[in-house]
């Protein structure tokens, strides 16, 4: 996804974004499942469950749709979507924009697998490809 179709979304607290995986994973969920299945193993109570499902809800990470009385959540957009906003808030809140600390980072550590790797080089190739042909169409 590029830059200028990133979706915009406000940024979320660990808490948030880690109870946006697990619904993401589990949805659609009620608050109910999520306070049972999330929230008692990480002790948190009932209603703080519900206090973050609605708040990803207003900050427009979730939707809710109502079967016989009981709300069921599912993530607003696909988890792509979900994560391409996530890393690119960090980059321009955290790295001022800049891509380069979080590069030399993924050099550096040697953590990452040929999987990765491979993506990592298809990737670039996509980029590399967009940018020959933009500046081909400036000409």
Do not use: C
């Amino acid at each position: 996804m590029n830059e200028s179709a990133r979706i915009e979304l406000p940024s979320l607290g660990d808490q948030q974004l880690d109870a946006l995986r697990f619904i993401s994973d589990h949805a659609p969920i009620t608050v109910g499942e999520m306070a049972k299945e999330y929230g008692t193993p990480r002790n948190l109570a009932r209603t703080t469950i519900l206090t973050v499902m609605e708040r990803l809800r207003t900050k427009g990470f979730l939707t809710r749709r109502k079967v016989a009385g009981i709300y069921y959540y599912s993530p607003k957009n696909n988890h792509e979507e979900v994560m391409n906003g996530v890393v690119s808030d960090f980059i321009h809140r955290t790295l001022g924009g800049s891509m380069s600390p979080f590069v030399n980072y993924l050099a550096e550590t040697g953590k990452l697998s040929q999987t990765e790797i491979h993506e990592l080089r298809r990737m670039v190739e996509i980029i590399e490809a967009d940018a020959i042909e933009q500046e081909e169409s400036k000409s």
